[in-house]
């Protein structure tokens, strides 16, 4: 059976680390979603680019990577356990007809749970000095007309120590940066909240238009500025 998460490198004390929850499009072959194959490859099933940018991360840039092997659409590893889109029936407009009626508690134990703990215990052996929590959007929602012109994002609760730092250093890159935009991480961060937060780790949210992360150039560019501002803000907040 194909593990929920892949793991690259090793967490060294005082590092960093990064996290990308929906890096993968994978579905299990027992699992049908219903729904066209050209579809999974779209924004509703990954965050297009972050797999790549997190194993640039881990192979060149000394940041090991917990890196999620399932899509979204079969379990959303950033949502609570009794958040509707933990197994989401609809995505930006597109019905998901294998979710409807899914025994959750079997995706739960299959999937959701397997994934935090074997990412507690990663981070818990290491306690790294900044998680770097990686997704991507999509320039377009299909559902809604919504500008989004942010290259960027940086995303945080209530912890906003990281993101404070960050910020500016993203814009004196010329890049566009959203504020807990084009997503609230008060709304969207269970994975940060249980890991971070809760234990008192320091992270950082990011986002990347999904526009800007699909060539190999891009993704390496990507990593590259990420791994320079990682280092910038654990240095800073250290």
């Not at 900044?130 to 377009?140: D, E, G, M, R, V």
Request: charged content about 25%; proline content about 6%; hydrophobic content about 40%.
């Amino acid at each position: 059976m194909k593990a929920t998460y892949r793991q690259l490198g090793t967490p060294k004390p005082g590092g960093i680390v990064c996290v990308a929850d929906h890096a993968s499009n994978h579905v299990p072959q027992d699992i049908d979603l219903g729904i066209p194959a050209r579809l999974l490859e779209d924004h509703i099933a990954v965050d297009i680019g972050t797999e790549a940018i997190a194993e640039i991360l881990a192979r060149d840039h000394a940041i090991p990577a917990h890196i999620a092997a399932i899509s979204r659409l079969v379990c959303d590893f950033n949502r609570e356990e009794t958040a509707p889109g933990l197994v989401p029936d609809t995505s930006d407009g597109h019905l998901i007809p294998g979710n409807i009626g899914v025994d959750r508690e079997a995706r739960l134990t299959r999937f959701h749970r397997p994934y935090h703990t074997r990412l507690e215990q990663w981070l818990a052996a290491a306690e790294p000095a900044l998680i770097l929590s990686l997704h991507s959007f999509t320039p377009q929602l299909a559902s809604r007309e919504e500008a989004r012109p942010w290259q960027v994002g940086v995303l945080y609760n209530q912890d906003d120590r990281a993101a404070r730092i960050a910020i500016p250093l993203l814009a004196a890159q010329g890049l566009i940066v959203g504020d807990n935009l084009p997503y609230s991480g008060r709304d969207l961060n269970y994975t940060m909240n249980r890991h971070a937060e809760l234990a008192d780790r320091r992270y950082l949210g990011i986002e990347i238009r999904q526009d800007l992360a699909r060539t190999p150039a891009d993704h390496a560019r990507w990593a590259a500025l990420l791994a320079d501002l990682a280092q910038r803000v654990a240095s800073t907040l250290t």
